[in-house]
Nanobody
Framework: QVQLVESGGGLVQAGGSLRLSCAASGRTFSNYDMSWYRQAPGKEREFVAAIAWSGDSTYYTDSVKGRFTISRDNAKNTVYLQMNSLTPEDTAVYYC????????????????????WGQGTQVTVSS
């Protein structure tokens, strides 16, 4: 199992930017497709973005397209989520996910069940 540690969350004003990082250890990072999910208060966890192990495929939920960018550096065992033009609706705990075989279709990915999660990092966007 791979261990994941997220960082980079915080408080930002609407229209601002944050970059989240997720550092992986314990397994071969480059074998894993990586995703970001988020969970707002009182809501279910939802998919945000994903990137294939090679970095050549990405997926985004509709609400973040054009604002968020997922990337990875396999040499550093790290995946990033650059978030621009943030709105209060982006307020949530953001979780990193590592999966050998997620199911991705259209604009959403689903964990395989054989995946790992980080502890989450809080993102708060004030209006």
């Amino acid at each position: 199992q791979v261990q994941l540690v997220e960082s980079g969350g915080g408080l930002v004003q609407a229209g601002g930017s944050l970059r989240l990082s997720c550092a992986a250890s314990g397994r071969t990072f480059s074998n894993y497709d990586m995703s970001w999910y988020r969970q707002a208060p009182g809501k279910e966890r939802e998919f945000v973005a994903a990137i294939a192990w090679s970095g050549d495929s990405t997926y985004y939920t509709d609400s973040v397209k054009g604002r968020f960018t997922i990337s990875r550096d396999n040499a550093k065992n790290t995946v990033y989520l650059q978030m621009n033009s943030l709105t209060p609706e982006d307020t949530a705990v953001y979780y990193c996910n590592a999966d050998l075989n997620p199911y991705c279709t259209g604009d959403v990915c689903y964990p395989s069940g054989y995946d790992s999660w980080g502890q989450g990092t809080q993102v708060t966007v004030s209006s």
